[in-house]
């Protein structure tokens, strides 16, 4: 069974850091791309950044480039999101979600459960 | 970049209800069009892609058309587990932006 499963929220003061990490299993993780997607508190998704398989190619939301990036460890089937330079509005749930597809940029047929991220002083 | 605007935000229905949710992009985008569930306190699942391909076990009664710019989300006759919101995505090439939302109540 395909899995994803986020860890690595926490409550950060602004402009601190974090890094969040995403397990998979019951696929071969370096087939496809991923992303991260976010949901702040009441409000509606938000495509974070996607990473191909390889980790050769990466695309971040405008709200979000040069604060976070994105990398995977193929070897240890495992997605990251460093978030540096936090700010309040960066406070969501983040998910990550795996590709339909293997070569392109697709929709996402995997999600996790989610880990939640406040920043706040 | 591409936007992507749904409407309504919301609706209210009654059970049994033919419901239609559409979703337009600010340039055309073929057909790379997700459309996802997310249930009040759940996370979203993928419902339909190519803007018209259902996903394996989704219930019939769900069903995507439009290309280009303009796109619909239909429930043939709604029921009381639909009760969710529903986003549309653009793909195929990033940015992957989703649109805001459209909330399915009850009536």
């Known amino acids: 069974e395909v899995h994803l499963v986020e860890s690595g929220g926490d409550l950060v003061q602004p402009g601190g850091s974090l890094r969040l990490s995403c397990a998979a299993s019951?696929?071969?993780?370096?087939?496809?791309?991923m992303d991260w997607v976010r949901q702040a508190p009441g409000k509606g998704l938000e495509w974070v950044s996607v990473?191909?398989?390889?980790?050769?190619?990466?695309s971040y939301a405008d709200s979000v480039k040069g604060r976070f990036t994105i990398s995977r460890d193929n070897s240890r089937n495992t997605l990251y999101l460093q978030m540096d330079s936090l700010r309040v509005e960066d406070t969501a749930i983040y998910y990550c979600?795996?590709?339909?597809?293997?070569?392109?940029?697709?929709?996402?047929?995997?999600w996790g459960q989610g880990t939640m991220v406040t920043v706040s002083s | 970049d591409i936007q992507m605007t749904q409407s309504p935000s919301s609706l209210s229905a009654s059970v049994g209800d033919r419901v239609t949710i559409t979703c337009r992009a600010s340039?055309?985008?073929?057909?790379?069009l997700a459309w996802y569930q997310q249930k009040p306190g759940k996370v979203p699942e993928l419902l339909i892609y190519?803007?018209?391909t259902l996903r394996s076990g989704v219930p019939s009664r769900f069903s995507g058309s439009g290309s280009g710019t303009d796109f619909t989300l239909t429930i043939s006759s709604l029921q009381p587990e639909d009760v969710a919101t529903y986003y549309c995505?653009?793909?195929?090439?990033?940015?992957?932006?989703f649109g805001g939302g459209t909330k399915v109540e009850i009536k």
């Open positions: 979600a795996k590709d339909i597809q293997r070569a392109t940029f697709d929709a996402f047929d995997v």
């Open positions: 019951g696929f071969t993780f370096s087939d496809f791309p």
């Open positions: 990473i191909s398989g390889s980790g050769e190619r990466t």
């Open positions: 340039q055309a985008i073929s057909n790379y």
């Open positions: 190519a803007a018209f």
């Open positions: 995505q653009k793909y195929g090439s990033a940015p992957l932006p």
